[in-house]
């Protein structure tokens, strides 16, 4: 494998791979913020590095997300705390989730990508337990206070959503809005209630959202300093 790094303007050290087999150019963002780019052997860096150039937003908005380390003490979700424990037996790096403590043993220092992504595994097991407790009981009474009916509820951990609703009044929620506080929650909550009467976001979506939510457009613009991750608040 032929590997070269390249400054590139706006992102900085990028890892070019060429490898066999490749047959296109693929993008990747590491939980430190490193870009590594695989190439087939026959695609000149050129054209790679234009490939790159071109993704520069997403590629800035990936790298921020990942520059946040989990570290010690930091509270998952509603109530889970993580801790980080050395132990010079523990390669690779090991988790184990409690009822409120999520506890990772490792030898490498914890900022290390390969312990980063323990804790990050980690972190999300606790914020599906959370969510088993906490999402199914908020929706079924936020939809009995307001008057919505649904036909069903699943708990998916996504990337681009923080929920959705089908033509079925099937309603499925982020189990990273654990992350979020309480009133985010339930914005989220009564955004895919009011999908059940109407599937897009037209003026009628609106009107009846903001029927039950006076104050959602103030939430909504809330909702864009969290995305769905660990930690959910977005870096300044």
């Known amino acids: ?16 791979q060429k490898r066999r087999g ?13 870009v590594i780019v695989t190439q087939p052997f026959f695609v000149p860096y050129r054209t790679a590095i234009n490939f790159v150039q071109k ?24 109530t889970h705390i993580l801790r980080f424990e050395y132990d010079p037996y ?4 090991k988790s184990r989730v409690g009822a409120a403590k999520i506890t990772i043993k490792h030898k490498l220092p914890s900022e290390d990508e390969s312990v ?27 939809a009995s206070a307001e008057g919505y009916d649904y036909n069903g509820l699943s708990l ?18 982020n189990v990273f809005l654990m992350e979020l506080p309480t009133e985010l929650i339930d914005y989220v909550i009564l955004h895919e209630l009011a999908h059940t009467r109407a599937l897009h976001h ?7 959202f903001e029927a039950h939510l006076p104050n959602a457009k103030a939430l909504r613009k809330q909702m864009k300093h969290y995305h769905p991750a660990v930690p959910a608040k977005r870096m300044s």
């Open 22 to 34: 490749a047959k296109s150019i693929r993008l990747k963002v590491g939980l430190n913020g490193r």
């Open 90 to 93: 523990a390669v690779p790096a």
């Open 156 to 173: 998916k951990q996504m990337r681009g959503r923080w929920g959705s609703c089908n033509q079925d009044k099937h309603i499925t929620l």
């Open 55 to 78: 993704h520069t937003d997403w590629i800035v908005s990936e790298q921020q997300s990942r520059q946040v380390l989990l570290q010690d003490g930091l509270l998952i979700g509603r």
């Open 202 to 208: 037209g003026p009628d979506f609106w009107s009846e």
């Open 1 to 16: 494998m032929a590997v070269k790094v390249i400054d590139v303007p706006n992102i900085g050290s990028v890892s070019f």
């Open 116 to 142: 980063q992504k323990v804790a990050q595994k980690a972190a999300i097991r606790a914020l599906k337990q959370q969510a088993e407790h906490f999402l199914p009981k908020r929706l079924k009474d936020i």
